[in-house]
Nanobody
Framework: QVQLVESGGGLVQAGGSLRLSCADS????????MGWFRQPPGKEREFVAA???????YYANSVKGRFTISRDNAKKTMYLQMNSLKPEDTAVYYC??????????????????WGQGTQVTVSS
């Protein structure tokens, strides 16, 4: 079973940067698609970025050009580098894994495993 542990959230001023990490603590080697989602205060969870097993990427329009998703399969870790942060990026960020696919997955319901979430707060 995939077990995801996130880290790297925090408080940052607008224009600043943060890097989130998502590590799979499961020992078994598996190939799977991964992604990042976020839930702003009082709103529903939304798609942020996705990455295939081979490293193909896809971004929500709201973060394109500012965020970069990447993964290190040997370390079983995914990253989200967030630059030029805006107050509207404030949210709880979740990582997710879909063991049924090695391609890019953008739909939330297709992900079977989720991290616990990490808070990102961007002050103006």
């Amino acid at each position: 079973q995939v077990q995801l542990v996130e880290s790297g959230g925090g408080l940052v001023q607008a224009g600043g940067s943060l890097r989130l990490s998502c590590a799979d603590s499961e020992r078994t080697f598996r190939r799977y698609a991964m992604g990042w989602f976020r839930q702003p205060p009082g709103k529903e969870r939304e798609f942020v970025a996705a990455i295939s097993w081979s490293g193909g990427t896809y971004y929500a329009n709201s973060v394109k050009g500012r965020f970069t998703i990447s993964r290190d399969n040997a370390k079983k870790t995914m990253y989200l580098q967030m630059n030029s942060l805006k107050p509207e990026d404030t949210a709880v960020y979740y990582c997710a894994a879909d063991p049924d696919s090695t391609l890019i997955v953008t739909r939330m319901y297709e992900y079977d495993y989720w991290g616990q979430g990490t808070q990102v707060t961007v002050s103006s």
